[in-house]
Structure formats: C-alpha cells, structure tokens
C-alpha cells in the first residue's frame, strides 16, 4: 500500500513556475510513479513519469522542455517542477504510483497506476 499526499498547486499567470510536490509513503524504492493532469470534462492525462529506482523518466509532449520529474529517495517525495506555464497546462494535477516491481508496459497511462493521491489544482490565467 502507497499514500500519496500532493502539494504545491496554485493559481498563476502564464510564464510563471510551480513546483507540485507528492510526499509518499509504503514501499517506494523500485516504482514507477507519475504525475497526472485532469481538467474538467476532460480524460486524466498522463504529463510526466518517472521510475524510483532507474531514474527511467518520460514527458508528454508538450511537457517537454518545459517540465521536470524527480523523485527524492530519502524524502520519499515526487516532485514536478513547471516552468513557463500555460493556460493549457490548468487542471488538477493527481501523483500516481504502481506497486513495487511491477513494470509498465505505457509508464504515461493513468489506466497502469493503482495508487493516487487526493489532487492539487494549478490554474493557469491572466
């Protein structure tokens, strides 16, 4: 079993940078664990990714470049660094993890993660 407890989000104009943070706790030494993003009426989406033990990390496209996963062992906390956020880049923001060992087949599929978090909103507007 992982808990996950999300932080960080916020209501911020466009170009502006947030950090969301995902303190987690349960055997997290070897998981994959992401971060997903939910905006009204809309599907989850899958925004960034990371494996615990590899460091094997993995972006939608338009995070790319602009976003950064990390994972802090000793913490035990999932971090997303955003930077020059988007109107687009609005919604909730969920931390996800799979069970210990077990591998991922499309690491960026809400459908792969058995353990999520409660959400962080970040609102992204002028």
């Known amino acids: 079993q992982v808990e996950l407890v999300e932080s960080g989000g916020d209501s911020v104009q466009p170009g502006r940078s947030l950090r969301l943070a995902c303190v987690a706790s349960g055997p997290t030494s070897s998981n994959w664990m992401g971060w997903f993003r939910q905006a009204p009426g809309k599907e989850r989406q899958g925004i960034a990714t990371i494996h615990t033990y590899s460091g094997t990390d993995d972006y939608t496209y338009s995070a790319k470049g602009r976003f950064t996963i990390s994972w802090d062992e000793h913490a035990t906390t999932l971090y997303l660094q955003m930077n020059n956020l988007k109107p687009e880049d609005t919604g909730m923001y969920f931390c996800?993890?799979?069970?210990?060992?077990?591998?991922?087949?499309?690491?960026?599929?809400?459908?792969?993660?058995?353990?999520w978090g409660q959400g962080t909103q970040v609102t992204v507007s002028s």
């Open positions: 996800a993890a799979k069970p210990k060992y077990q591998s991922a087949r499309s690491p960026l599929s809400a459908r792969e993660y058995t353990y």
